[in-house]
């Protein structure tokens, strides 16, 4: 059993963004999700920046900046 995680970013703007998270188990070849989804939303500011630094993966979080055009 392999439990995994899936990121989406969602509702991608200039402005603000969403960040869904899944875990699935892979059990006997059939994935499945597990718990309930986890959504959160950022804005385009300094802190919710710096938070997403913190959580997001370098590919993730360079996709966002580059739409939000910060370096």
């Known amino acids: 059993m392999d439990l995994k995680e899936k990121i989406t970013l969602d509702m991608l703007t200039a402005n603000s963004m969403s960040v869904l ?17 986890i959504r959160n939303a950022y804005s385009n500011n300094e802190d919710d ?10 590919e993730y979080y360079n996709a966002v900046m580059a739409v939000w055009q910060c370096s």
């Open 21 to 37: 998270r899944q875990q699935f188990l892979n059990y006997n070849g059939v994935e499945m999700q597990v718990g309930e989804n």
């Open 49 to 58: 920046r710096a938070l997403l630094k913190n959580i997001l993966s370098e």
